[in-house]
């Protein structure tokens, strides 16, 4: 069962412009949320994350946003870079699970100079 | 920074085969997890040794098996190879009780 989704395979933004990347997630027990950036042929990359105390963190030009009673988050990215062109995942993890991360599919990110 | 290595790189294998992957730690890290990817899916967790211990699994046969040796190295062993097993498998290290992993660049596994 796929408890960490991001529905968006892919997303095109123009270079300047806002990106927005959506996960939802369904295990009510996960407090802490991730997100990865990932170039071919490389791991993923920490970028950002949020504890579930939070609704909002941010850090320059990027910045999660969680709605627990959603079960939602979001990244956002501003302003779009073509360097930023990259998967993004999103991760989720449990204390009571042992941090086990739970990944999201991917989205699939392209800025367009 | 992430400082975990991964090794081999690509590794071709055949069906019944065994293999065992590599990982060392970012220095510091005495937590290790180990994470399959298959094409077009996010990584999906094998299981995390902490101090040398099995410290959760995930939904993995055990013909999938693990070790971290006392320099928190750590290697992941997969016996009676299945094509299925074709993925990129990552190794990500992380401090006790730490909401971060830091991960590795994986190896590329084919199984023919």
């Known amino acids: 069962d796929q408890q960490v989704k991001q529905n968006s395979p892919s997303l095109s933004v123009q270079e300047g412009r806002i990106s927005i990347l959506n996960c939802d997630y369904t295990?009510?027990?996960?407090?802490?949320f991730l997100w990865y950036k990932k170039y071919p042929a490389e791991g993923p990359t920490f970028l950002i994350s949020?504890?579930?105390?939070?609704d909002k963190n941010e850090d320059g030009r990027f910045t999660v946003f969680l709605n627990k009673s959603a079960k939602h988050l979001s990244l956002h990215i501003v302003p779009s870079q073509p360097g930023d062109s990259a998967v993004y995942f999103c991760?989720?993890?449990?204390?009571?699970?042992?941090?086990?991360?739970?990944f999201g599919t991917g989205t699939s990110l392209t800025v367009i100079p | 920074e992430t400082g975990v290595t991964q090794s081999p790189t690509h590794l071709i294998k055949t069906r019944g085969q065994q293999v065992t992957l590599r990982c060392s730690s970012q220095?510091?890290?005495?937590?290790v997890s180990w994470y399959q990817q298959a094409l077009g899916q996010g990584p999906q967790f094998i299981f995390q040794?902490?101090?040398?211990?099995?410290?959760g699994r995930g939904n993995f046969p055990p013909r999938f098996s693990g070790l971290q040796f006392p320099n928190y190295s750590s290697e992941l062993n997969v016996n009676a190879l299945e094509l299925d097993d074709s993925a990129l498998y990552l190794c990500?290290?992380?401090?006790?009780?730490?909401?971060?992993?830091?991960f590795g660049a994986g190896t590329r596994l084919s199984v023919l």
């Open positions: 990500a290290s992380s401090y006790p009780q730490g909401n971060i992993q830091y």
């Open positions: 295990n009510s027990m996960f407090d802490y």
């Open positions: 949020i504890s579930s105390i939070k």
């Open positions: 991760a989720a993890s449990a204390v009571v699970a042992g941090n086990q991360f739970y």
């Open positions: 220095s510091g890290h005495n937590t």
């Open positions: 040794y902490y101090r040398e211990e099995e410290n």
